[in-house]
């Protein structure tokens, strides 16, 4: 009796040690909070993979660039010492350049107008570019039309951002736009955002409501204009090492896990669009609500022709023409 306890016993313990042995942690790393857009995102997709192969792959989250920012994160999932990222596209074009088309400031009208390109054939054609790049984007994700922040002086017109030093992602597309609205575009990773504006190394960035939410933006910026000048995509991506060591059936999972982050993702885009705004405002924020969009786009002619000659014209065309 004493052997079959014994012998029950150390089989339900290597039973046991089985299992731990067959769970997989997934690092995954964003640049904001664990309560921002990208950490709703990120836990919508790790919730269902969890659930999906029955607890063999979990996820640790690193939030708040606690691993660096967009570029480097990206490039450790190249490398294969970060699982996943969820990521702006603003670095992305420096992997995959295809990807640089969607970064064209007023290419897209709205939320509706973006997330039907993302979803449509545009978008997953995109989408089937990174393998050859080393990555696997599993969605696209979202982080929001973006606005611009300064200490100076309200934007309401092109002339209004003349001259002021705004911090931009590291993406020619955006700065080569930023340049003809006079604004002088410096490149920073976004770690050092906040730290450049409270000591006036720089004079504003641009952000959309949900990453000046999440950043707190407002404790060292005055004047918020909702410039809505770029619409900002985001990508879920992870390895092909990874991906590789899947089943048929635990990639079904991630691939569904990541449509869920998707929606996830957008619904805090839009919550933190509708309040946002007015928590600003609450915590100290002047708020133009009201641009001179044409003036801005006027002031953009000079550098939609060279995205004409970069990416082509038809190519620009077929997005601005889905409904």
């Given amino acids: 009796m004493k052997l079959s306890k014994l012998v029950i016993g150390l089989s339900m313990t290597m039973g046991l040690a089985g299992v731990a042995g067959a769970q997989t942690v997934m690092k995954i790393g964003y640049a904001t909070t664990l309560a921002s857009h990208y950490g709703v995102g990120s836990s919508a997709f790790c919730d269902e993979v969890e659930k999906g192969t029955q607890g063999r792959y979990k996820c640790q989250h690193f939030p708040s660039s606690a691993l660096g920012g967009e570029r480097e994160m990206i490039e450790a999932v190249q490398l294969g010492t970060l699982d996943m990222v969820n990521s702006s596209t603003g670095p992305v074009g ?151 060591k899947l089943s048929e059936a635990d990639k079904k999972v991630f691939y569904e896990a990541a449509k869920k982050a998707t929606v996830a993702q957008r619904k805090k885009v839009n919550e933190d669009e509708a309040n946002g705004i007015a928590q600003l405002e609450k915590e100290g924020m002047s708020v133009v609500r009201k641009v001179d969009g044409q003036a801005f786009r006027d002031a953009l002619k000079p550098a939609f022709a060279s995205y004409e000659k970069e990416f082509g014209a038809d190519n620009i065309r077929k997005i601005q023409d889905v409904k």
């Fill in 94 to 244: 420096n992997f995959v350049p295809e990807v640089k088309i969607v970064d064209i400031p007023f290419l897209f009208r709205d939320y509706d107008h973006a997330r039907h390109v993302m979803d449509g054939p545009i978008g997953q054609e995109i989408l089937g570019k990174f393998p050859a790049k080393g990555l696997v984007a599993l969605s696209w994700t979202e982080n929001g039309f973006r606005h611009m922040t300064n200490n100076k002086r309200p934007i309401v017109k092109p002339a209004d951002a003349a001259g002021l030093k705004m911090r931009t992602m590291e993406n020619k597309v955006h700065m080569d736009g930023y340049r003809t609205f006079g604004i002088q575009p410096t490149p920073m990773a976004f770690p050092e955002v906040f730290g450049a504006l409270q000591q006036g190394t720089v004079d504003g960035q641009e952000n959309p409501i949900p990453v000046i939410l999440a950043s707190k933006f407002s404790q060292v910026q005055k004047h918020l204009s909702l410039t809505g000048h770029v619409y900002s995509p985001a990508l879920l991506l992870t390895s092909p090492r990874l991906m590789n």
